[in-house]
């Protein structure tokens, strides 16, 4: 079956911008989660969704960051006013259960790099 | 204090060797202990994972060891080979909830 699903896999943007980043799911899965990697480092968390609503943001950088999973599935990361420091690749997992201690399934990531 | 603290940073060791990489935490709310394996350009993919009520678990090749009261746990590879090189990380769960705190990666490469 299909794994993780996350476009696009590279995305270059001015600085001031605005993106979106996609995340579609295992199908089925009712937890999905947002972590953010910078290089050289471990996967930093940001959100995690479990059905259509967000049970934790407290990863969430500031306000410039948003995500919405309006139907429970298909999950978009949205970044306003994108700064240099935003740089990284952004990942996506999903998990069948919902609790942190059921397998957590990683997309590829989408690089985010912000001229 | 959310953090989980691995080392070391990268290592090199020499095929049909072991690897050991090492972490350790603060908070004692952390109750599970997963271990991810990512090679370049892909997401990090779950090799095996722990709880603090067990000191040990083992499979195949691989084996967490868990010391609670040091607060300390360690991935061994035993009869490393160059297919294993990538980069390891540790992770810790945060009382049943969704939130993984990982640490910051061993890049580990094993030589032919």
């Known amino acids: 079956g299909a794994g993780v699903s996350q476009t696009p896999s590279n995305k270059v943007t001015e600085k001031g911008k605005y993106v979106e980043l996609r995340c579609d799911p295992i199908s089925g899965h009712t937890a999905l989660y947002w972590y953010r990697q910078s290089l050289g480092q471990g996967p930093e968390f940001l959100i995690y969704f479990q059905g259509t609503g967000a049970a934790d943001d407290s990863g969430l950088p500031n306000d410039r960051f948003f995500a919405v999973r309006p139907e429970g599935s298909v999950s978009t990361l949205k970044i306003q006013r994108t700064e240099r420091g935003d740089s990284a690749v952004y990942l996506c997992?999903?998990?069948?259960?919902?609790?942190?201690?059921?397998?957590?399934?990683f997309g590829n990531g989408t690089r985010l790099t912000v001229t | 204090q959310q953090q989980v603290k691995q080392s070391p940073q990268s290592l090199i060791v020499q095929k049909g060797g072991i690897s050991i990489i090492n972490c350790a935490y603060e908070n004692t709310a952390f109750d599970y202990f997963p271990w991810y394996q990512q090679f370049p350009g892909k997401g990090p993919a779950l090799l095996i994972a722990i709880r603090p009520d067990v000191s040990e678990k083992k499979e195949g090749r691989f084996t967490i060891s868990f010391n609670k009261s040091a607060k300390q746990f360690s991935l061994h590879i035993m009869d490393s080979q160059p297919g294993d090189s990538a980069t390891y990380f540790c992770?810790?769960?945060?009382?049943?909830?969704?939130?993984?705190?990982f640490g910051q990666g061993t890049e580990l490469s094993v030589k032919p």
């Open positions: 997992a999903s998990s069948a259960l919902g609790q942190g201690n059921s397998p957590l399934h």
């Open positions: 992770a810790a769960l945060y009382n049943q909830g969704g939130k993984l705190i």
